[in-house]
């Protein structure tokens, strides 16, 4: 059975970092990718970065250049850290992996971001 296990959300002022871990376990294929989307509400589920199993890595335009994500594949974990942070990255934050050749996604429960003074 696969799962994500999120970690690493919380409460930061405007201005402030914080790191996202997200930790696969029970996957038996390969893995193709890793990523994060973020919902606030009211609003559509969206990218916010992806990396490849070959380190190539893909960011939303409003994350670019303060959002790095990284992964250690031996560990099948991907982290997301997030600087320079804003109110309107204020979200609940989703772990996502694409596996194998049938390209199956999982998501993990969430995990909840908000940037506030």
């Known amino acids: 059975q696969v799962q994500l296990v999120e970690s690493g959300g919380g409460l930061v002022q405007p201005g402030g970092s914080l790191r996202l871990s997200c930790a696969a376990s029970g996957i038996i294929f390969s893995i193709n990718a890793m990523g994060w989307y973020r919902q606030a509400p009211g609003k559509q589920r969206e990218l916010v970065a992806t990396?490849?199993?070959?380190?190539?890595?893909n960011y939303a335009d409003p994350v670019r250049d303060r959002f790095t994500i990284s992964r250690d594949g031996a560990k099948n974990t991907v982290y997301l850290q997030m600087n320079s942070l804003k109110p309107e990255d204020t979200a609940e934050y989703y772990c996502?992996?694409?596996?194998?050749?049938?390209?199956?996604?999982?998501w993990g429960q969430g995990t909840q971001v908000t940037v506030s003074s």
């Open positions: 990396i490849t199993s070959g380190g190539a890595t």
């Open positions: 996502n992996v694409d596996v194998g050749w049938a390209r199956t996604e999982y």
